[in-house]
């Protein structure tokens, strides 16, 4: 199985990227998919998770309004569009894959890892 971020770079505040999450080895609609975030000295964070066929999202109160997350199954790749994009989202976001049922927001819920894309905002 394979993760594969990327997207990330160097951004101005107020900017945009979008995120991509290619997978590999495993059948895309069969697991609900998050993105988490982790900065230097801080611990990995939720952003934000899909379920298996798009219709439902979750988002961290820090980027509820600005980030958007789906996913085209058929294409194997998970998306996450980060527009007015803040210094503090600065950090290296992680793609990740889970089966488990109901909650999705903890790390612990998911199985599969990519190996993460820089993302860094200036001021």
């Known amino acids: 199985v394979q993760l594969q971020a990327s997207g990330g770079g160097l951004v101005q505040a107020g900017g945009s990227l979008r995120l991509s999450c290619a997978v590999s080895g495993l059948i895309l609609g069969n697991y609900r998919m998050g993105w988490f975030r982790q900065a230097p000295g801080k611990e990995r964070e939720f952003v934000a998770r899909?379920?298996?066929?798009?219709?439902?999202?979750e988002y961290s109160d820090s980027v509820k309004g600005r980030f958007t997350i789906s996913r085209e199954n058929a294409r194997n790749t998970v998306y996450l569009q980060m527009n007015s994009l803040k210094p503090e989202d600065t950090a290296v976001y992680y793609c990740?894959?889970?089966?488990?049922?109901?909650?999705?927001?903890?790390?612990?819920?998911?199985?599969?890892w990519g190996q993460g894309t820089q993302v860094t905002v200036s001021s």
């Open positions: 899909i379920s298996r066929g798009g219709s439902s999202t």
């Open positions: 990740a894959a889970s089966q488990r049922v109901g909650d999705n927001t903890a790390p612990a819920a998911y199985a599969y």
